[in-house]
């Protein structure tokens, strides 16, 4: 499924086909990723929103190339910025990772090293990517600090992980991530451990330094009203594929694949206290031994059986849409 961009004059910065990824430790191959394809321009945000399980994590981390690799068999191409990254090697994926592409996690506690504090760890990244002494590291470090808005900056310099709040770890998380200026940023659900409040400073932070210094980004989320406050376009994907994409505004209003619908309708926002939730009913494949045809079949009170006899190949419809669905054209899901 080879997503159409919103912004097509400019040329791809990322541009992923027929990605795949299997975990080969276990007793069976898990195949986690199966047959992605997507393009982004600099200057897009991208939200890709499904289950847990869905591939998501799994795709970023692909992208960043930090996926066991004794483990784990990737195939496909990967493009980003100019760069083949699944050729590269020793140095040069050590160049490639913070220096173009850089990753916000989900924990940043598990992220930094507790033994270093966070200063020193901006300034190893700076120093490794820019080529610059100590001082000048340290100066780009309280620079950056200071960009997201952490307050007393140049005394957090010397602070380890612990003595941070979560919402000012995660500010040093994105400080680290942006240090080198990359050129795509990766944010695997950057608010998930936040309170309410935090996370929507983060957001709006994010979004902010996303326009300032004209970055890419790929934001993967739970959080549907998440994806529509920060994404130009969204993904949704499930069992490892990529199910429907298409700009916010037009996948929120207007669905047009079943389990898109289903995670709309999951929504707790909006609804009375004496109204049911629509969950989507069982659960989702075994990632080891997928089902023929569509994974979502098994789920999906819609399917008939053209959608079990194999995978639907992606479908564009107007308005720049994608879908994997034999039934988007015919179906309503509500």
């Not at 049911?276 to 494949?285: D, L, T």
């Amino acid at each position: 499924m080879t997503m159409p961009s919103v912004n097509g004059e400019q040329p791809a910065l990322v541009s992923v086909r027929n990605l795949s990824v299997a975990f080969t430790g276990g007793a069976r191959p898990v195949h986690a990723v199966n047959g992605v394809d997507f393009d982004l321009a600099p200057g897009e945000v991208l939200g890709v929103i499904g289950e847990s399980g869905s591939g998501k994590s799994v795709t970023l981390r692909a992208l960043l190339r930090i996926l066991p690799p004794r483990r784990t068999r990737i195939g496909g191409s990967l493009r980003i910025a100019g760069k083949d990254v699944l050729a590269l090697q020793g140095r040069a994926l050590e160049d490639y990772r913070g220096g173009v592409a850089s990753m916000i996690f989900q924990e940043p506690m598990l992220a930094f090293d507790p033994v270093f504090s966070i200063g020193d760890q901006i300034a190893e990244s700076v120093m490794r990517h820019r080529r610059v002494g100590k001082a000048q590291a340290k100066q780009r470090a309280l620079e950056m600090l200071e960009l997201v808005q952490i307050p007393n900056a140049k005394r957090r310099l010397d602070a380890y992980p612990h003595e941070m709040s979560g919402g000012m770890r995660q500010r040093a998380m994105i400080a680290l991530a942006l240090a080198c200026a990359p050129k795509l940023l990766l944010a695997d659900e950057p608010t998930t451990a936040l309170d309410a409040t935090v996370q929507i400073q983060i957001l709006l932070l994010l979004r902010e330094l996303q326009r300032e210094l004209g970055m890419a980004v790929i934001f993967i989320t739970h959080d549907v009203g998440v994806a529509c406050e920060v994404a130009d376009r969204v993904a949704v994907m499930y069992a490892g594929r990529l199910v429907e994409s298409g700009s916010v505004a037009a996948v929120m209003q207007d669905p047009k694949h079943p389990y898109t619908s289903g995670l709309l309708s999951s929504i707790v926002h909006g609804q009375t206290r004496d109204q049911r939730i629509e969950a989507i009913p069982g659960a989702p494949p075994d990632l080891a031994d997928l089902p023929a045809g569509c994974s979502f079949a098994p789920r999906c009170r819609f399917a008939v059986d053209a959608c079990r006899a194999e995978v639907p190949a992606a479908r564009e419809l107007a308005g720049a849409r994608l879908v994997r669905c034999v039934l988007a054209d015919e179906a309503e899901w509500d």
